[in-house]
Protein backbone atom coordinates (compact mmCIF):
# COMPACT_ATOMS: atom_id res chain seq x y z
CA UNK A 1 0.00 0.00 0.00
CA UNK A 2 1.03 3.32 -1.06
CA UNK A 3 1.76 5.93 1.84
CA UNK A 4 0.50 9.54 0.81
CA UNK A 5 1.73 12.76 3.17
CA UNK A 6 -0.86 15.20 3.39
CA UNK A 7 2.18 18.39 3.12
CA UNK A 8 -0.12 20.79 4.50
CA UNK A 9 -0.64 19.35 8.27
CA UNK A 10 3.07 20.11 8.53
CA UNK A 11 2.43 23.55 10.28
CA UNK A 12 6.14 24.05 11.52
CA UNK A 13 8.24 23.46 8.38
CA UNK A 14 8.46 25.65 5.15
CA UNK A 15 7.74 24.00 1.79
CA UNK A 16 10.76 23.12 0.82
CA UNK A 17 11.93 21.55 3.90
CA UNK A 18 9.10 19.37 4.30
CA UNK A 19 9.57 17.82 1.10
CA UNK A 20 13.41 17.60 1.48
CA UNK A 21 12.61 15.38 5.07
CA UNK A 22 9.77 13.15 2.57
CA UNK A 23 12.50 12.91 -0.01
CA UNK A 24 14.98 11.40 2.29
CA UNK A 25 12.03 9.12 3.83
CA UNK A 26 11.77 8.12 0.17
CA UNK A 27 7.86 8.56 0.85
CA UNK A 28 5.44 7.07 -2.00
CA UNK A 29 3.58 10.30 -3.08
CA UNK A 30 2.49 14.13 -1.75
CA UNK A 31 -0.83 14.68 -0.73
CA UNK A 32 -2.14 18.30 -1.41
CA UNK A 33 -5.44 19.35 0.22
CA UNK A 34 -7.20 22.56 -1.61
CA UNK A 35 -10.04 23.82 -0.75
CA UNK A 36 -11.31 26.12 -3.79
CA UNK A 37 -7.51 28.22 -3.79
CA UNK A 38 -6.40 28.26 -6.84
CA UNK A 39 -2.79 29.74 -5.13
CA UNK A 40 -2.72 25.61 -4.80
CA UNK A 41 -0.78 25.39 -8.47
CA UNK A 42 1.96 27.55 -6.98
CA UNK A 43 2.98 24.91 -4.82
CA UNK A 44 2.21 22.06 -7.12
CA UNK A 45 4.66 24.02 -9.33
CA UNK A 46 6.94 24.30 -6.63
CA UNK A 47 7.32 21.16 -5.11
CA UNK A 48 7.29 18.91 -8.72
CA UNK A 49 10.67 21.45 -9.71
CA UNK A 50 12.20 20.23 -6.65
CA UNK A 51 11.13 16.38 -6.26
CA UNK A 52 9.92 13.70 -8.73
CA UNK A 53 7.46 11.80 -6.34
CA UNK A 54 4.00 11.89 -7.82
CA UNK A 55 1.46 13.97 -6.15
CA UNK A 56 -2.19 12.89 -4.65
CA UNK A 57 -3.86 16.09 -5.29
CA UNK A 58 -7.61 16.68 -3.79
CA UNK A 59 -9.29 19.50 -4.47
CA UNK A 60 -12.92 21.00 -2.64
CA UNK A 61 -14.73 23.33 -4.88
CA UNK A 62 -17.99 24.24 -5.97
CA UNK A 63 -16.91 26.17 -9.17
CA UNK A 64 -14.28 23.03 -10.67
CA UNK A 65 -14.15 25.07 -14.29
CA UNK A 66 -11.19 27.57 -13.18
CA UNK A 67 -9.28 24.40 -11.45
CA UNK A 68 -9.63 22.34 -15.55
CA UNK A 69 -8.17 24.62 -16.99
CA UNK A 70 -4.44 24.87 -14.70
CA UNK A 71 -4.87 20.81 -13.99
CA UNK A 72 -5.14 20.74 -18.12
CA UNK A 73 -1.21 22.76 -17.95
CA UNK A 74 0.44 20.45 -16.06
CA UNK A 75 0.67 16.56 -15.76
CA UNK A 76 -0.44 15.33 -12.08
CA UNK A 77 -0.55 11.66 -11.08
CA UNK A 78 -3.10 11.34 -8.95
CA UNK A 79 -6.14 14.73 -8.54
CA UNK A 80 -9.20 13.99 -7.15
CA UNK A 81 -12.51 16.61 -6.58
CA UNK A 82 -14.88 16.35 -3.42
CA UNK A 83 -18.24 14.89 -4.99
CA UNK A 84 -20.21 16.79 -2.41
CA UNK A 85 -19.25 20.10 -3.40
CA UNK A 86 -19.45 19.54 -7.29
CA UNK A 87 -22.59 21.54 -8.71
CA UNK A 88 -23.54 19.26 -11.68
CA UNK A 89 -22.01 16.14 -9.89
CA UNK A 90 -19.60 15.54 -13.25
CA UNK A 91 -16.19 15.70 -14.15
CA UNK A 92 -14.44 15.63 -17.72
CA UNK A 93 -13.00 13.09 -19.45
CA UNK A 94 -9.92 14.57 -20.48
CA UNK A 95 -7.80 16.66 -17.50
CA UNK A 96 -4.62 15.03 -18.71
CA UNK A 97 -4.18 13.58 -15.24
CA UNK A 98 -2.57 10.10 -14.58
CA UNK A 99 -5.65 8.93 -12.41
CA UNK A 100 -8.77 10.73 -11.88
CA UNK A 101 -10.86 9.84 -8.92
CA UNK A 102 -13.66 11.14 -6.96
CA UNK A 103 -13.78 11.78 -3.28
CA UNK A 104 -16.59 11.39 -0.93
CA UNK A 105 -17.59 11.49 3.13
CA UNK A 106 -18.25 8.69 5.41
CA UNK A 107 -21.86 9.83 5.24
CA UNK A 108 -21.98 9.40 1.00
CA UNK A 109 -22.82 5.85 -0.04
CA UNK A 110 -20.83 4.47 -3.01
CA UNK A 111 -23.86 4.63 -5.19
CA UNK A 112 -23.17 7.74 -6.34
CA UNK A 113 -19.75 6.35 -8.20
CA UNK A 114 -22.07 5.13 -10.64
CA UNK A 115 -22.16 8.36 -12.59
CA UNK A 116 -18.00 8.90 -12.16
CA UNK A 117 -17.06 4.84 -13.25
CA UNK A 118 -16.30 6.03 -16.95
CA UNK A 119 -14.08 8.88 -15.69
CA UNK A 120 -12.66 8.11 -12.98
CA UNK A 121 -9.87 5.52 -11.64
CA UNK A 122 -10.53 5.60 -8.17
CA UNK A 123 -12.40 6.44 -5.18
CA UNK A 124 -10.79 8.46 -2.19
CA UNK A 125 -12.59 7.66 1.25
CA UNK A 126 -12.54 10.09 3.79
CA UNK A 127 -12.63 8.63 6.84
CA UNK A 128 -12.90 11.07 9.09
CA UNK A 129 -14.26 14.86 8.68
CA UNK A 130 -13.14 16.77 5.48
CA UNK A 131 -10.36 19.16 7.23
CA UNK A 132 -9.96 18.02 10.64
CA UNK A 133 -6.84 16.93 11.15
CA UNK A 134 -5.91 14.20 13.27
CA UNK A 135 -9.21 12.65 13.75
CA UNK A 136 -10.17 8.83 14.62
CA UNK A 137 -10.95 6.71 11.93
CA UNK A 138 -14.67 5.59 11.04
CA UNK A 139 -14.91 1.95 11.32
CA UNK A 140 -18.03 2.32 8.81
CA UNK A 141 -15.72 2.97 6.19
CA UNK A 142 -14.15 -1.04 6.71
CA UNK A 143 -17.85 -2.11 4.89
CA UNK A 144 -17.52 1.16 2.24
CA UNK A 145 -14.25 -0.31 1.38
CA UNK A 146 -15.65 -4.10 0.96
CA UNK A 147 -18.72 -3.14 -0.69
CA UNK A 148 -16.98 -0.64 -3.37
CA UNK A 149 -14.24 -3.72 -4.22
CA UNK A 150 -17.07 -5.84 -4.79
CA UNK A 151 -18.79 -3.78 -7.05
CA UNK A 152 -15.64 -1.84 -8.70
CA UNK A 153 -12.98 -4.60 -8.85
CA UNK A 154 -11.08 -2.46 -11.56
CA UNK A 155 -11.02 0.56 -9.69
CA UNK A 156 -8.15 1.58 -7.15
CA UNK A 157 -9.12 2.81 -3.42
CA UNK A 158 -7.66 5.75 -1.43
CA UNK A 159 -7.96 6.27 1.93
CA UNK A 160 -7.84 9.92 3.94
CA UNK A 161 -8.38 9.80 7.70
CA UNK A 162 -7.24 8.98 10.94
CA UNK A 163 -4.84 6.52 9.63
CA UNK A 164 -2.15 5.42 12.20
CA UNK A 165 -0.47 2.00 12.76
CA UNK A 166 -2.94 -0.01 13.26
CA UNK A 167 -5.71 1.33 10.71
CA UNK A 168 -2.67 1.28 8.12
CA UNK A 169 -2.07 -2.37 8.72
CA UNK A 170 -6.04 -3.43 8.66
CA UNK A 171 -6.24 -1.06 5.38
CA UNK A 172 -3.07 -3.20 4.14
CA UNK A 173 -5.18 -6.51 4.50
CA UNK A 174 -8.09 -4.83 2.89
CA UNK A 175 -6.27 -3.86 -0.24
CA UNK A 176 -6.67 -0.75 0.01
CA UNK A 177 -4.06 1.12 -2.91
CA UNK A 178 -3.01 4.30 -1.15
CA UNK A 179 -3.49 5.97 2.34
CA UNK A 180 -3.35 9.54 3.60
CA UNK A 181 -0.71 10.24 6.84
CA UNK A 182 -0.86 13.83 8.18
CA UNK A 183 -0.92 14.15 11.70
CA UNK A 184 0.20 10.52 12.56
CA UNK A 185 3.16 11.22 10.24
CA UNK A 186 4.25 14.67 11.98
CA UNK A 187 3.71 14.63 14.86
CA UNK A 188 6.08 11.41 15.42
CA UNK A 189 9.66 11.23 16.88
CA UNK A 190 10.51 10.78 13.64
CA UNK A 191 8.90 10.56 9.77
CA UNK A 192 10.85 7.28 9.31
CA UNK A 193 9.68 5.51 12.31
CA UNK A 194 6.38 6.58 11.42
CA UNK A 195 6.41 5.45 7.90
CA UNK A 196 8.05 1.95 9.02
CA UNK A 197 4.72 1.73 11.28
CA UNK A 198 2.68 2.79 8.38
CA UNK A 199 3.86 0.15 6.27
CA UNK A 200 5.56 -2.74 7.86
CA UNK A 201 3.50 -3.21 11.56
CA UNK A 202 0.73 -2.32 13.60
CA UNK A 203 1.59 -0.32 16.81
CA UNK A 204 -1.63 0.48 18.55
CA UNK A 205 -5.18 -1.62 19.21
CA UNK A 206 -8.34 0.16 19.27
CA UNK A 207 -10.35 -1.86 16.69
CA UNK A 208 -11.61 -5.60 16.99
CA UNK A 209 -11.53 -8.36 14.33
CA UNK A 210 -15.55 -7.74 14.04
CA UNK A 211 -15.10 -4.36 12.52
CA UNK A 212 -13.31 -4.93 9.45
CA UNK A 213 -13.42 -8.75 8.92
CA UNK A 214 -15.59 -9.82 5.76
CA UNK A 215 -19.20 -10.44 7.32
CA UNK A 216 -20.61 -13.80 7.09
CA UNK A 217 -23.13 -13.04 4.41
CA UNK A 218 -20.48 -11.71 2.09
CA UNK A 219 -18.19 -15.50 2.81
CA UNK A 220 -18.59 -18.28 0.74
CA UNK A 221 -20.78 -20.73 3.03
CA UNK A 222 -23.12 -23.82 2.66
CA UNK A 223 -25.54 -25.46 5.12
CA UNK A 224 -24.41 -28.33 6.93
CA UNK A 225 -27.85 -30.19 5.62
CA UNK A 226 -26.66 -29.39 1.73
CA UNK A 227 -23.27 -30.89 1.74
CA UNK A 228 -22.73 -32.43 -1.53
CA UNK A 229 -19.45 -32.73 -3.99
CA UNK A 230 -21.24 -30.28 -6.67
CA UNK A 231 -22.72 -27.85 -3.85
CA UNK A 232 -19.11 -27.85 -1.94
CA UNK A 233 -17.41 -27.10 -5.22
CA UNK A 234 -20.32 -24.48 -6.56
CA UNK A 235 -19.54 -22.76 -2.86
CA UNK A 236 -15.66 -22.31 -3.49
CA UNK A 237 -16.39 -21.47 -6.81
CA UNK A 238 -18.47 -19.02 -6.08
CA UNK A 239 -16.38 -17.27 -3.01
CA UNK A 240 -13.30 -17.18 -4.83
CA UNK A 241 -11.55 -17.97 -1.61
CA UNK A 242 -10.63 -21.46 -1.98
CA UNK A 243 -12.41 -23.03 0.38
CA UNK A 244 -15.62 -22.82 1.84
CA UNK A 245 -17.62 -23.03 5.40
CA UNK A 246 -19.60 -25.10 7.09
CA UNK A 247 -22.36 -23.62 9.09
CA UNK A 248 -25.34 -25.70 10.56
CA UNK A 249 -28.92 -23.99 10.61
CA UNK A 250 -29.11 -22.26 13.62
CA UNK A 251 -25.26 -20.38 12.40
CA UNK A 252 -22.98 -22.71 14.35
CA UNK A 253 -19.62 -23.65 12.29
CA UNK A 254 -19.09 -26.61 11.73
CA UNK A 255 -15.65 -26.26 9.95
CA UNK A 256 -14.43 -26.06 6.64
CA UNK A 257 -13.52 -27.58 3.10
CA UNK A 258 -10.80 -25.83 1.42
CA UNK A 259 -9.39 -27.25 -2.16
CA UNK A 260 -6.78 -29.33 -0.72
CA UNK A 261 -10.06 -31.28 1.14
CA UNK A 262 -11.56 -32.03 -1.77
CA UNK A 263 -8.37 -32.90 -3.80
CA UNK A 264 -7.71 -35.24 -1.24
CA UNK A 265 -11.18 -37.06 -1.10
CA UNK A 266 -10.95 -37.07 -4.86
CA UNK A 267 -7.74 -38.94 -4.36
CA UNK A 268 -8.82 -40.94 -1.70
CA UNK A 269 -11.97 -42.08 -4.23
CA UNK A 270 -10.76 -42.18 -7.43
CA UNK A 271 -11.66 -45.91 -7.75
CA UNK A 272 -15.12 -45.49 -6.12
CA UNK A 273 -16.12 -42.12 -6.84
CA UNK A 274 -20.21 -42.95 -5.54
CA UNK A 275 -18.88 -43.97 -2.64
CA UNK A 276 -17.43 -40.23 -2.02
CA UNK A 277 -19.18 -38.57 0.68
CA UNK A 278 -17.38 -34.85 1.29
CA UNK A 279 -19.01 -34.70 5.39
CA UNK A 280 -15.98 -36.91 5.74
CA UNK A 281 -13.97 -34.09 4.39
CA UNK A 282 -14.77 -31.18 6.82
CA UNK A 283 -12.29 -29.85 8.66
CA UNK A 284 -14.04 -29.62 11.96
CA UNK A 285 -11.34 -28.09 13.94
CA UNK A 286 -10.00 -25.20 11.37
CA UNK A 287 -7.52 -22.34 13.11
CA UNK A 288 -10.43 -19.69 13.89
CA UNK A 289 -10.80 -17.23 16.36
CA UNK A 290 -13.08 -14.94 18.47
CA UNK A 291 -14.60 -11.65 16.51
CA UNK A 292 -14.17 -9.86 19.81
CA UNK A 293 -10.14 -10.01 19.23
CA UNK A 294 -8.18 -7.23 18.73
CA UNK A 295 -5.76 -6.43 15.89
CA UNK A 296 -2.90 -7.52 18.35
CA UNK A 297 -4.15 -10.29 19.43
CA UNK A 298 -5.17 -11.54 16.09
CA UNK A 299 -1.76 -10.57 14.89
CA UNK A 300 -0.22 -12.86 17.59
CA UNK A 301 -2.10 -15.68 17.50
CA UNK A 302 -1.02 -15.62 13.05
CA UNK A 303 2.64 -15.91 14.93
CA UNK A 304 1.94 -18.63 16.60
CA UNK A 305 1.21 -21.14 13.95
CA UNK A 306 3.16 -22.96 12.48
CA UNK A 307 2.21 -23.03 8.86
CA UNK A 308 1.49 -19.76 7.05
CA UNK A 309 -2.56 -18.60 7.41
CA UNK A 310 -4.11 -17.55 4.02
CA UNK A 311 -7.67 -17.30 5.52
CA UNK A 312 -9.30 -17.17 9.18
CA UNK A 313 -13.06 -18.22 10.13
CA UNK A 314 -14.23 -15.82 12.65
CA UNK A 315 -17.09 -17.25 15.50
CA UNK A 316 -18.34 -15.59 18.41
CA UNK A 317 -17.73 -16.58 21.73
CA UNK A 318 -21.08 -19.60 21.42
CA UNK A 319 -19.40 -20.83 18.27
CA UNK A 320 -21.20 -18.82 16.03
CA UNK A 321 -20.41 -18.47 12.13
CA UNK A 322 -19.64 -14.58 11.74
CA UNK A 323 -17.21 -14.05 9.07
CA UNK A 324 -13.58 -14.56 7.68
CA UNK A 325 -10.37 -12.48 7.71
CA UNK A 326 -8.20 -13.25 4.58
CA UNK A 327 -4.15 -12.09 4.13
CA UNK A 328 -4.46 -12.24 0.23
CA UNK A 329 -4.29 -8.98 0.17
CA UNK A 330 -1.98 -8.20 2.52
CA UNK A 331 0.55 -10.97 0.96
CA UNK A 332 0.13 -9.07 -2.52
CA UNK A 333 0.47 -5.38 -0.92
CA UNK A 334 4.26 -6.24 0.74
CA UNK A 335 5.19 -8.26 -2.44
Given at each position: ??????????????????????????????????????SVFQDIDF?????????????????????????????????????????????????????????????????????????????????????????????????????????????????????????????????????????????????????????????????????????????????DKHINLKN????????????????????????????????????????????????????????????????????????????????????????????????????????
Open positions: MKISASIYSNKQDNLEKIIEDLENNHMDMFHIDCKDDLIQSKSRIPLDVHIITSTPAPFFEEIRKRKIENLCFQHEDLPLKELPGNLNVGRLGIAITTETPIDIFEHYKNVCDYILIMATVPGESGGKFDKRNFKKIRDFQNRYPGKKIFVDGGVNGEVSFILRNMGVYSSVSGSYLFNSSSIGSALLSLKTREVESHFLVKDFMLKLEECPVILVLQSIEKGKMGFTMVVSESGKMEGIVSNADIRKALLDNIEHMDLLDVRNYINRNPKAIDEEFTVKEMISYVKQQKIPLMYLPIKDSKGNAKGIITFMNLIKGEL
